[in-house]
């Protein structure tokens, strides 16, 4: 990032490497991708059709404390991630369908 002088403020240059092989990460890929298409993240699928008519794939996983006072689904396309946690400051139980994850609802709509 330059300022209005043309002067370099900001390198963002990251090194990166490989730490996974392709067949593992394609692997938790199919995995998390399953559990949106069919599994308990249902309720965060787009269901988005890009414009070259490529369906965008939601890969993630939900998760709900055994007193469902908490529930989160933590997500990622092909270009973005992120997280969702709906619960309370002082637990209460959130009063949804079993099948309902709120978290993953929100999260589709933010994604939307």
Known sequence: M?????????D?????????SKKTVDYMNYC???????????NADLKYVGANGTHIDVCGK??????MKDRWFCG???HYTAAVW?????PEQIR?????????????????
Not at 12 to 20: F, K
Not at 62 to 67: F, K, M, N, P, R
Not at 96 to 112: C, E, F, G, Y
């Open 2 to 10: 330059y300022n209005s002088k043309g002067e370099l403020v900001l």
């Open 12 to 20: 963002n240059v990251q090194e990166s490497r490989e730490i996974l």
């Open 32 to 42: 998390l991708d399953s559990a949106v298409d069919y599994g308990t993240g249902t």
């Open 62 to 67: 939900t998760g709900t404390t055994a007193s």
């Open 76 to 78: 990622y396309t092909g």
């Open 86 to 90: 709906c619960g309370y400051d002082n």
């Open 96 to 112: 949804l369908d079993v099948n309902s994850n709120p978290a993953a609802i929100l999260w589709r709509k933010v994604m939307q």
